[in-house]
């Protein structure tokens, strides 16, 4: 709907990628009059270039105790999936000492678990939408499958998926022989892999949003293609501000603008230490049936997942500014990857740049904000955006109306910071 003048709304959200057509189909169909903003089509930013796993054993943040004995040869050797920009990490000091002071093994439990207890309700929270959606088409269960090149990469990850299985992932231990003969299309030498048991992925996650987005407006939702500039909350509810001149009244807002939520003004997120990982990736169009389910290679640090439009090549993470020149070094990198790993594919037919929403300590925010009750946080979901939208959306539809979280959330408050 583009002709929308000020009108009254129970709730207003501010991005609509999952996490925030996630919050607005699970706040309209509980029956808030709900509208939604974005300049963007639907699900067309980080959603769209992800690597489609709805991962639920992704528990393990990247912060970790082992990053300072890591880091040199990470940022210094030309084969790392991490690149660091070291100018901006001296324009923000802030958020790159707060990283490193996360590092440490504490805060990393103290994560790992926060984060594990949350994605015990994944399903729960995203399952109801794909139904609501008629997305079932578009989910593929057939576990997730993480594979070690090297006995080191394997040796080193054993404190890291015993801290998974102390959260009640399950996995398979594979030998190469067991990867091989479920994925016998894998060229690269493996030592040994894991089985993620009860992992799925999604084919087309922006075909999911856009169908999302369909039945929210069959419900009566309001989608509008406009940029939320700004919002100023008061005691009854809240103003917002669209780039048209559009003013909109709301008793509520949700800021679900992953990496862009400090561009607004006035909700108090410009105030937080949020990031962004910049992450890349490469398809083959002719080549999706190579694999039967997702593959991560751990050491290379990307995932490969067949998906509808073919075989997409996921990872990387660049540490630099949202709106820096597209690094294709990173595409390039991917690209040698993905032939080590299959062989040769050829050249790719797309390449893509995505901004990950990344606080510090690895864990999103999600609830009020320290300025106003009426202001709803959302964002920082990291890598696991996709696998967390929906009990995301499920818990601020529920802060709205009043009604307590039926997971513990308080280690995503905003005031941690």
Known sequence: MSDVTEQDFDLIVAGAGIVGMSTALWAQKEGLKTAICDPNPPGSGTTYGSACTIATYACIPVNSPSIFRSLPYLLSNRESPL?????????????????????RA???????????????????????LIAEAGAEDLMVSNDC????????????????????????????????????AL??????????????KGARHVTDPQELVSRMQRR???????????????CAPDDAGVTTYLANGTELRSGHFALTAGARSKDIQGTGAEKLPLGTERGYHVLYRDHGKMLSRPVGWAEAGFYATPMAQGLRIAGTVEINAVDAPFNHGSTAYLQRKSHEMFGNLG?????????RPTMPDALPVIGPSN????????????????TLGGVTGRVIAG?????????????????RF
């Not at 929210?216 to 700004?230: D, I, M, P």
């Open 216 to 230: 929210f407006e069959a419900l009566g939702g309001c989608y509008l293609s406009q940029k939320v500039t700004r």
């Open 106 to 128: 504490a805060k990393v439990k103290h994560i790992t678990q926060a984060l594990g207890d949350f994605l015990v309700h994944s399903d729960g929270g995203l399952d109801p």
């Open 347 to 355: 050249a790719p037919d797309a390449e893509w740049l995505g901004h």
């Open 399 to 415: 802060l709205v109306q009043g009604r307590a979280p039926q997971c513990d959330i308080a280690a995503f408050s905003a005031k």
């Open 371 to 386: 300025g106003s009750d009426r202001i709803m946080f959302a964002f920082g979901h990291q890598h696991i955006g996709l």
């Open 183 to 196: 994925e016998p299309n894998i060229k690269l030498p493996i030592h040994r892999g894991l089985l993620y």
């Open 145 to 180: 499958l993480y594979v070690y090149s090297t006995k080191s990469g394997y040796e080193g990850s054993k404190d890291s998926n015993a801290m998974r299985a102390a959260q009640g992932v399950k996995f398979d231990d594979l030998t190469g022989d067991e990867v091989r």
């Open 83 to 103: 690149s660091f920009n070291m100018l901006h990490g001296l324009r923000n000091p802030r958020w790159m000492l707060s990283f490193l002071a996360n590092c």
